[in-house]
Structures are given as structure tokens and as C-alpha cells.
């Protein structure tokens, strides 16, 4: 089975600083991998996926298929980034979806 | 909105009946999942259909857990005889592999449950 593992409960920083949220798992075939996020008092969202290579919202992630990492980045936090975000990998077959324990970012003003 | 709908939203139960979620994906998507999500945790696989074809459940559904998706549209979780321990937040979601969307699924709302 995959495991995706989080491991920053809390990230906080100021408006304006960087902001790197730490994403590994454990299955090392090709998964698939995203980025969800969930804004207070609203639905899990997809905010990016690796097979995309795109940027949302200023959000960049890249995979690292050495150190089974996919870390979430973005240079310049605002405040209406705060949010829980969680990784997500798929596993062997594609079909399942493993999410991590999410990480709460808290961009301070 | 042609979102993922869930309902109900909330569910306060007393211990030992039975409760029933009802999901309806998105209209063209041909996978259904269940997650179930505690306080502190990331969503954790329950189930999933393709189609009516419920293709496979985690050891996390135990023999009071029962998912249906009877014409491969919308989908129940039914939970018999709960337990405190099934207090928890039950979420949908649903996908189509071959859309323009790809490998990508899509989240209800989610229903709370809380046992008392």
C-alpha cells in the first residue's frame, strides 16, 4: 500500500515569506500525485497534480522520484493561502487515492 | 452546482442505530469513492465503485458498513449498529479517468456523523 506522510502539522509563516510544505511517500513505482487543499468551511480541492506541471495560484510542486518527495512551494505567501493542505498519491494500480494527514498553513499578516 | 452532492450534512445518532449517507457524483463521472476523515487525519479510503461494480473495500469497512451504488448513479453508506468510534466525517467523491480531468477525483462536502 501507499503511504503518504506529512510531516509539519503546523506551518506558519509571515506575508510575503516563502512557503515550502514537506510531501513523501512510500510507494516508489510512477504514482500519480496531488495537492488538495480545504479552505475553511469548504470542500477538499484539487489544487494541482504532478501530471500537469502547472502552477496554481503561485503554487508549484515538483516530484522527486529519488527522494519519493513531491513538496509543495510557493515564494510568496498571502494571507488567502491559509488553509489545511494535504498530499495525495495514488497507489500501484491507480485506482486508490492515499491522502496524508494534512499540513494547516497559517500566513500571518 | 454540479458538484459532488452529499447528504445529510449532519447526523447526531445514539449509539446502536442505524444511519444512511446518500452521495450523488458529479453527473458523468464513472468512479465513486468513500473516505472516512477524523479530527487531525487526512481522508482514509472506505470503498470505491466503478460503475455499480464496487471494486474494492478497505479492512477499515467493517461488517457494519454496507456501500451500494445500485444503477451506477448515486451511492449510499449505510452503517449499522454504530458505535462511538464511527463518529467521523464521511466523505465522497467521484471521478472519470477518461475525462479531460483525468485521474483526478472530486470531493463532496462530506457528512458528519456523531454517535452519542
Known amino acids: 500500500a501507499q503511504r503518504v506522510t506529512q510531516p509539519e502539522k503546523l506551518l506558519s509563516v509571515f506575508k510575503g515569506a516563502p512557503v515550502e510544505l514537506k510531501c513523501n511517500y512510500s510507494?516508489?513505482?510512477?504514482?500519480?500525485l496531488f495537492w488538495y487543499v480545504q479552505y475553511s468551511r469548504q470542500r477538499l480541492q484539487l489544487l494541482l497534480r504532478?501530471?500537469s506541471r502547472e502552477s496554481i495560484k503561485g503554487f508549484t510542486a515538483d516530484l522527486n522520484k529519488g527522494e519519493t518527495s513531491f513538496h509543495l512551494k510557493k515564494p510568496f505567501a498571502q494571507e488567502e493561502d491559509s488553509a489545511m493542505y494535504y498530499c495525495a498519491a495514488t497507489g500501484y494500480n491507480f485506482n486508490k487515492f492515499y491522502f496524508g494527514s494534512g499540513t494547516k498553513l497559517n500566513v500571518k499578516p | 452546482d454540479t458538484g459532488v452532492s452529499q447528504n445529510p450534512r449532519h447526523k447526531i445518532t445514539k449509539r446502536g442505530q442505524n444511519v444512511t449517507f446518500r452521495c450523488d457524483p458529479i453527473s458523468e463521472h464513472n468512479r465513486l469513492y468513500w473516505y472516512r476523515q477524523t479530527l487531525g487525519q487526512g481522508p482514509e479510503f472506505l470503498t470505491y465503485f466503478q460503475n455499480e461494480a464496487q471494486l474494492e473495500k478497505s479492512r477499515l469497512l467493517s461488517d457494519r458498513f454496507s456501500a451500494e451504488r445500485p444503477k451506477g448513479s448515486f451511492s449510499t453508506l449505510e452503517i449499522q449498529r454504530t458505535e462511538q468510534g464511527d463518529s467521523a466525517m464521511y466523505l465522497c467523491a467521484s471521478s472519470s479517468p477518461l475525462s479531460h480531468s483525468g485521474n483526478t477525483i472530486y470531493f463532496g462536502e462530506g457528512s458528519w456523523l456523531t454517535v452519542v
Open positions: 510507494y516508489s513505482g510512477s504514482p500519480e
Open positions: 504532478h501530471i
